[in-house]
């Protein structure tokens, strides 16, 4: 099956700095990959997300990036605040079954420095 | 807002009590599923449904069992809790479609002693 590894586990930023996350996923069927944020104590939310056909997709300040033919992807924030703090989460998503099945890496812990 | 809730949203139980989570959603989505998520693991898939006659199972669904009682129910129980099954857990839904946004709960914070 398809295994997502994410690195780094907990990340520290100054304020306005910027912040990468990098996740490797397996199996080339992965076509989608959606990242999610989590606020403490709150569920997990989607922020941006990034086909297979695409090498990158940005949102405001964050961006995602996209290498196939390596498989591996990531996340840029730019100019980081307070409120980017939280666990962030990416995901390979492939269909199978007629299901699209989704699985995520292990997470990483953001703290924006003010 | 269409949402999706969970109930209850904390609970402290014993080992080898049989426990009972439960997910409604307002989203009209017909795909379902329940998560684990621990420390360092990130979210694990327990079972997932398409619609109300299939059930699947996903990387760790030993010890668990579902129900997809309607389009907009699905339950997850512990049968025997275990401490090892001490976890915050999400229900999650999806749409038809290739995009496959998933929409969680609130989560349940489970403790078992």
């Known amino acids: 099956g398809e295994n997502v590894e994410q690195h780094p586990s907990t990340l520290s930023v100054q304020e306005g700095d910027s912040a990468v996350i990098k996740c490797t996923y397996s199996?080339?069927?992965?076509?989608?990959f959606p990242w999610y944020k989590q606020e403490l104590g709150k569920r997990p939310q989607l922020i941006i997300d990034?086909?297979?056909?695409?090498g990158e997709k940005k949102d405001q300040r964050i961006a995602v990036t996209l290498n196939k033919t390596a498989k591996h992807f990531s996340l840029h924030i730019t100019e980081t605040q307070p409120e980017d703090s939280a666990v962030y989460f990416c995901?390979?998503?492939?269909?199978?079954?007629?299901?699209?099945?989704?699985?995520f890496g292990t997470g990483t812990k953001l703290q924006v420095i003010p | 807002d269409a949402d999706v809730t969970q109930t209850p949203r904390n609970r402290i139980t014993k080992t080898g009590k049989r426990i009972m989570l439960e997910c409604s959603q307002t989203?009209?989505?017909?795909?379902m599923y329940w998560y684990r998520q621990d420390p360092g693991l990130g979210l694990r898939l327990i079972y997932y449904?398409?619609?109300?006659?299939?059930?699947n199972k996903g990387e760790i669904s030993d010890g668990y069992s579902v129900s997809r009682q309607a389009q907009a129910k699905f339950s997850l129980s512990l049968e025997s809790a275990i401490p090892n099954q001490t976890a915050l857990y999400f229900c999650?839904?999806?749409?038809?479609?290739?995009?496959?946004?998933?929409?969680f709960g609130p989560g349940t914070r489970l403790t078992v002693l």
């Open positions: 999650a839904t999806s749409g038809q479609g290739s995009r496959n946004e998933q929409f």
């Open positions: 199996d080339s069927a992965s076509n989608y």
């Open positions: 990034i086909r297979s056909n695409v």
């Open positions: 995901a390979a998503s492939m269909e199978s079954g007629g299901y699209q099945k989704v699985t």
């Open positions: 989203k009209g989505h017909d795909r």
């Open positions: 449904s398409f619609d109300v006659k299939d059930i």
